[in-house]
């Protein structure tokens, strides 16, 4: 789940935090063998032409009718109109591209209308507005007024043997109790072929889960997972969070799984097998804000591509070829991204470093250079600063090759690990890479990604010019975990990709926005998960066995 600051005014200006759940029925089917396999893209617009994307869910296989378990977390303006756009794709690549997917329908509506209803169910239209089928969408709002989480570790035991030829493949599903029925609010991951599971440990907001009223009934499925879509149900149980968290001070809570259906035909029938929660605890999930006002600093990096593949910089066909008027999309790109990240670095001093060029005085190729030419003090003062070096570096290199990013990660990794001695949320690097795309290390990055993602760290990576970008889009791994050549999975996405030319003719502010989407929540998720506080937080948490009743706008 991504919170992510909406295109609007500036954060102090925000009233509340939504969360959108979303589901689908009848979907269209656009797989000859199997059925599709859906992703809901968010898009908004608040001015303009331009639609920004927010945020992906979870890719659900082989199902016409999802019911998506990530919600999109975002700000919401009472006194803006916030369009927004819901797009259903059918995923069949690894590389999660829209552009290779078939498109299954879309639905316009403003954040308003979702807010005040606190639930639509629309008919899906294509893109020229004709129906998509019978495929309908429902949107649920729901207020987020309480920043508490539930820690989970859960395992099982004996669960029912679902499979001819192996064993169950056993998920679960959280549901809260919501005036409509029951309303989902988690999903775990699948543990292949194991009768006694062990998942995960994994969070779910306490509003999510039960409104924040502790006493208030969950329900939790068990499901037998199924690559063709129709999972066989393995049991159930409810309780509440009061009755989990009494029975698991001692040592855990155990519950029956029964499935009601085998009950009313066996005699004798005892359960479907045992639901073990070992810890069951809630905390404060600190915000963006939270870390920033608490003295969190963000380090920003540049790293500029001087790789051969741009052209020669004196050509006007050149990507660094700077015109009369002093713009190049390198350039453009520093500006406007820069422009936004520095409020948020209190010294405003940037390292920026160069990769693949010929540099002075050696003329050895360098994947990893100071564009100061000063290796003890590679900072520049400002975003002028980095625009200044970048001007006095370009006449004194040679664009060479290969592309190698792995060299620029591993650099501000190594400044992440150090902050990673440190036992609150003190710093947190943002390194941005602005390439042609052409990349020569692919499983050397892939490795550097995949160790920076265990660290306090987020890439973004802006393509300019026109080349093929897909090698982008798979490092970006917007729904399908990144891994290394070895195998080894990401601990979390921490790489966003923007093509540069999509935002060229638009205002400045909507690449910044774009580019920058991801980081609030990759910042907050980091520190949450690694439970690292704020450095200035002596934030007490609240009483957890009062039930909550807050006065919320969607009433």
């Not at 001015?47 to 994307?53: A, F, I, V």
């Not at 199902?63 to 059918?90: A, G, H, R, T, W």
């Not at 306490?206 to 063709?228: F, M, P, R, W």
Request: glycine fraction near 6%; charged fraction near 20%.
């Amino acid at each position: 789940m991504a919170a992510v600051a909406s295109p609007g005014p500036k954060v102090t200006d925000c009233v509340t935090k939504v969360a959108l759940s979303v589901s689908c029925e009848n979907l269209l089917d656009m797989d000859a063998f199997s059925k599709s396999d859906p992703l809901c893209v968010l898009f908004m617009n608040s001015s303009g032409p331009h639609w920004c994307e927010i945020g992906r869910t979870e890719k659900i296989q082989n199902c016409l009718n999802p019911k998506f378990s990530k919600p999109f977390v975002i700000d919401y303006y009472f006194e803006m109109v916030q369009k927004l756009k819901f797009e259903v794709y059918d995923i069949d690549s690894k590389s999660h591209n829209l552009q290779e997917a078939d498109f299954l329908g879309e639905l316009e509506c403003t954040l308003g209308q979702v807010v005040s209803s606190k639930k639509i169910t629309k008919p899906l239209v294509m893109k020229d507005k004709s129906p998509a089928g019978k495929g309908t969408i429902t949107i649920c709002a729901e207020e987020r007024t309480d920043n508490r989480v539930v820690e989970f570790e859960v395992s099982g035991r004996k669960l029912d043997k679902k499979d001819f030829f192996g064993k169950s493949d056993p998920f679960l599903e959280f549901y809260k109790q919501a005036e409509t029925g029951w309303q989902l609010a988690h999903r775990t991951e699948v543990v292949k072929n194991n009768l006694n599971p062990i998942w995960r440990p994994f969070r779910i907001p306490l509003q999510s889960l039960c409104g924040g009223d502790v006493e208030k009934s969950i329900k939790i499925d068990c499901y037998d997972y199924n690559s063709s879509g129709s999972h066989d149900f393995i049991g159930s149980f409810a309780t509440t969070l009061s009755q989990i968290q009494q029975a698991s001070q001692t040592y855990a809570a155990e519950f029956e799984c029964i499935n009601s259906k085998k009950k009313q035909k066996k005699k004798g029938y005892k359960n479907s097998g045992v639901i073990i929660v070992k810890q069951c605890k809630i905390v404060k999930d600190y915000t963006f804000l939270d870390f920033i006002m608490g003295g969190c600093q963000i380090n920003f990096t540049i790293a500029i591509d001087f790789t051969g593949s741009n052209g020669d910089p004196s050509s006007p066909q050149s990507l660094h070829y700077i015109n009369p008027g002093g713009y190049n999309e390198y350039l453009a790109a520093i500006w406007a991204v820069g422009n936004v990240i520095q409020d948020y670095d209190s010294d405003k001093l940037f390292p920026a470093l160069g990769f693949g060029a010929k540099i002075p005085p050696s003329w050895q190729v360098c994947h990893e250079f100071p564009i100061n030419f000063n290796p003890s003090d590679p900072f520049c003062a400002g975003i002028e600063g980095v625009v200044q070096a970048y001007h006095h570096c370009l006449p004194q290199v040679k664009l060479y090759g290969p592309t190698n990013f792995s060299p620029v990660i591993n650099h501000v990794a190594h400044f992440g690990r150090q902050a990673m001695q440190q036992e609150t949320a003190k710093q947190y690097y943002v390194l941005l890479i602005i390439t042609d795309g052409v990349i020569t290390d692919m499983d050397e990055t892939r490795s550097a990604i995949v160790n920076a993602s265990r660290l306090p760290m987020s890439i973004i990576i802006v393509g300019v010019g026109g080349a093929d970008f897909s090698a982008m889009e798979f490092l970006d791994g917007d729904d399908g975990i990144l891994r290394s050549a070895a195998g080894e999975a990401a601990m979390r996405d921490i790489v966003q990709f923007v093509p540069f030319r999509q935002f060229q003719n638009g205002p400045q502010e909507m690449l910044a926005q774009s580019v920058l989407a991801e980081v609030p929540g990759q910042v907050v998720s980091f520190f949450n998960t690694m439970r690292l506080k704020p450095p200035q937080s002596d934030t007490a948490l609240p009483d957890l066995s009062a039930s909550l009743h807050p006065h919320t706008l969607l009433q």
